[in-house]
């Protein structure tokens, strides 16, 4: 199913729907992985300065509300399963990047916030609550000019693959990390050293 992760009203008819074709079933995982980086026209990075309102009220309701509205909403589905649930931060998050925008990374930062936060109310009801920080993944959202720039500052000396990113994903939602939660796991080829 698709929702618009920036149109507040979508969600409670998306949680709706998952709990219709959950039909009762527990919810194992939820991985919050949807996010948005806005450019400036000419393809540049948005900063604090030339951010508009509007721009960072969308950042920051797909990147950050709209993953508290999803747990909220599939609470108990959650609590059934003593499932997990994996944000989706970023490295930009913990530090300036050039071509990530500011609203960008004030919601990813925000978001690692939100999953200690999370992992700490969520706990006593045996939900675990993670994250992952990528760095530079061959996606849609890396330009070819992002690549060629840092691949070669990275210590691995390539950007990563979303293979890799999902198996750390996998981990955290399985039983080997039954003791896992609050933390978050950079995934960047050793980026951030």
């Known amino acids: 199913m698709q929702v618009e992760l920036s149109d507040h009203s979508a969600l409670p008819r998306a949680i709706a729907e998952i709990k219709e074709r959950l039909n009762g079933e527990p919810l194992h995982a939820l991985v919050n992985n949807a996010g948005i980086s806005p450019k400036a026209p000419d393809g540049g990075r948005l900063n604090s300065l030339t951010t508009s309102i509007g721009t960072w009220m969308s950042v920051f309701h797909v990147n950050l509300v709209a993953p508290i509205l999803l747990a909220q909403g599939l609470f108990e589905e959650l609590k059934v399963a003593s499932g997990s649930i994996v944000n989706v931060t970023s490295i930009v998050g913990t530090r300036v990047h ?92 050793g980026q951030h050293v």
């Open 98 to 189: 050039p071509f990530a925008g500011t609203a960008y990374a004030t919601s990813k930062a925000a978001l690692a916030c939100l999953t200690r936060e999370m992992a700490h109310d969520y706990a006593p009801f045996g939900i675990r609550v993670n994250a992952i920080a990528p760095g530079e993944i061959k996606t849609d959202i890396l330009s070819a000019e992002t690549e060629a720039r840092l691949a070669p500052i990275i210590p691995l000396h390539r950007v990563g693959t979303p293979d890799e990113v999902a198996k750390v994903i996998f981990f955290l939602c399985s039983s080997a990390a039954s003791y896992v939660t609050g933390a978050e796991v950079p995934i960047n080829g």
